[in-house]
């Protein structure tokens, strides 16, 4: 490293300053998607090409063909933006360069304890929640998946963690499981392809819960595991979590919550809302850099059995002693060597405050009540699903001269918006997730204009 001149922090804050500058300029103009780009082809040099060279070709080459996903009009799947402060604390991040596997030599474990104690008060969680940042909602569900495993073994006197899974009898049960849960099940080798399904509610996503008793009872596993949604990526549905919880101390199976982005509701109409029963899962997933709209990547992994999930992880070696008092991360999470990504999470929260964070969360479901509402009044879409939250589902109507798979692609080649497809019900539909802190009315009433102009 020591070989290249080396920028000082003076050029490179003066380079950053006019990245952002230009960055900030373009996310009006510049393509919210950018399916056709192409990074040319160039071989390892040798030579040391320096930052000036990066810099430059990350402007000219890199830059131009990267998304608006930052920005307000970027709707798929659940994506949120990052806030200002957030943007500030992760530079900070990088500058800091912390690893957070386990404290004795600096504070940054206490901030990340300190930011989930915040986020256990956020969401109205009874304080013995604890947990740990993970890469995203995805490597939450495999610590879910993973710590679910675990206790099914100790129900069998077996420490799975060290002896293994080969003689563990576990059944999970589920009925709408996001796409990485179940990939999740996969990598905990509890199997992709072999949970019991749970039917739903007619016309929901959300578990029928008589049918999950009538399963619990008939399952002879000793180990048995439910996975709920709050909510569910395409309907929004909330499955019963009162009824689902109550059920699984009955049959004591663990409860695992994918809260992904469905916990945020709580702030909305508070713990005995549509989350409410979420309090009594053994463990819950969620997203920051979702709706706390922090920078990729941050997810929480939350549990009321800390020493399960420490049983899971544990990692042993005599140069990782540890003598803090406190749980390290390292052993109790995928990674031992850890990003700071708590910093980003603790200074949103400082900033923003309860009331800042609500007040997000309300101005995008109203943005997602109206573009539902135009939806609903125009006669070449159809609203596939009242929209309960932040999605908006919908379809192309008979009248409409596309079908809905190729009004997308339309919609998506334009460039103004962006949304991603979905399937409601075995018909094909669009999904407009609303998620992002820099939306403003203005941008639902340019993607009202473009579904009308392609209608047209
Ligand atoms: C309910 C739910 N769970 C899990 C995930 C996966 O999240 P991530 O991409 O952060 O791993 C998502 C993403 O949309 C989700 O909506």
Redesign the pocket.
């Known amino acids: 490293m020591q070989s290249l001149s080396l920028p000082t922090f003076a050029q490179m804050l003066g380079a950053l300053e006019l990245e952002c500058q230009s960055f900030n300029l373009s996310l009006d103009t510049r393509r919210v998607s950018n399916p056709g780009s192409i990074l040319k082809r160039r071989e390892l040099s040798d030579e040391p090409a320096g930052f000036e060279v990066f810099r430059q070709i990350f402007s000219t080459e890199i830059a131009p063909q990267l998304s608006a996903s930052n920005g307000g009009r970027y709707w798929g ?2 994506t949120g933006g990052a806030n200002p402060v957030a943007t500030y604390a992760d530079w900070l991040v990088t500058l800091y360069n912390q690893n957070v596997s386990k404290g004795g030599d600096s504070v940054a474990s206490d901030v990340e304890r300190q930011a989930i104690e915040w986020l256990v008060s956020l969401f109205e969680l009874p304080a013995g929640f604890e947990g740990v940042m993970t ?5 939450a ?1 495999v610590l879910g998946a993973m710590a679910a495993r675990q206790y099914a073994g100790s129900r069998q006197g077996i420490d799975v963690a060290k002896a293994g899974y080969k003689d563990l009898d576990c059944t999970v049960f589920s009925a709408t499981p ?1 796409a ?2 179940v990939k999740a099940l996969g990598l905990a080798g509890l199997g992709q392809d072999t949970w019991v399904k749970v039917a739903c509610q007619s016309d929901t996503e959300a578990m029928d819960t008589q049918e999950l008793a009538l399963k619990l009872r008939q399952c002879t596993s000793p180990g048995k595991v439910v996975i709920a ?1 709050a ?3 395409t309907g929004t549905d909330f499955d019963d979590l009162v009824t689902v919880a109550q059920l699984c101390r009955e049959h004591q199976a663990w409860l695992h919550v ?5 916990i945020f509701e709580r702030l909305l109409t508070g713990a005995a809302g549509r989350t409410q029963g979420i309090e009594l899962a053994d463990s819950i ?1 969620l ?1 920051c ?2 709706w706390l709209n922090v920078p990729y ?1 941050c ?1 929480v992994f939350l549990t009321r059995h800390p020493q399960t999930l420490c049983a899971t992880c544990n990692v042993d070696a005599p140069y990782l002693a540890n003598d803090e008092q406190a749980r390290p991360f390292m052993s109790l999470g995928i990674e031992n060597s850890r990003r700071f990504r708590a910093l980003p999470v603790w200074a949103t929260l400082l900033a923003y405050g309860k009331q800042g964070i609500k007040a997000q969360i309300q101005r995008n479901t109203a943005q997602a009540s109206a573009l539902a509402n135009w939806i609903a009044a125009s006669s070449e879409y159809e609203l596939l699903k009242p929209c309960n939250l932040n999605v908006v589902l919908f379809s192309a109507s008979a009248s409409n001269k596309h079908d809905t798979q190729s009004l997308l692609a339309k919609l998506n080649e334009a460039g103004q918006v962006f949304m991603t497809p979905g399937v409601w019900q075995g018909r094909a539909a669009i999904r407009c997730a609303f998620s992002n802190w820099r939306t403003e009315q203005a941008d639902v009433e340019l993607a009202i204009s473009e579904l009308a102009r392609l209608a047209k």
């Open positions: 799947f659940v890469t995203g909602a995805t490597a569900n996001h990485s849960m949604s909510a569910t990526v994918d809260g992904a982005f469905g997933t997203d850099h979702k990547d997810g």
